[in-house]
């Protein structure tokens, strides 16, 4: 599914059919992720996941087609950590509930 596609369930399901205020409501959700994160902080969504900006320090990596190793440089790095419930929910632990 792609944003335009989001934007349609979205709108469909919770917006009365309306894709401009969905589109707005999807854009704060992930405007406001994406700033939270690259600042440093950590966005929570209680049974759905974390995201948090992480450290990867600098490493040795190796091409795996001709074996030659090279240094990799540190940086930081966007993860995202699934919640109990989406867990639950992927793997069929839980049945997932209707929209709408």
């Not at 917006?15 to 589109?23: C, I, L, S, V």
């Not at 969504?45 to 087609?65: D, L, Q, S, Y």
């Amino acid at each position: 599914m792609n944003k335009a596609e989001f934007i349609e369930v979205l709108a469909t399901n919770h917006f009365d059919g309306n894709k401009a205020e969905a589109a707005r409501a999807l854009n704060a959700v992930t405007e406001t992720i994406t700033y939270e994160t690259a600042t440093g902080g950590k966005v929570t969504i209680t049974g759905f996941g974390v995201f948090e900006k992480i450290h990867r320090p600098a490493r040795v990596v190796r091409n795996p087609r001709t074996g030659e190793r090279k240094k990799a440089k540190a940086m930081y790095l966007a993860r995202f950590r699934p919640g109990t419930n989406l867990k639950a929910y992927v793997s069929g632990a839980k049945k997932v509930p209707k929209q709408g």
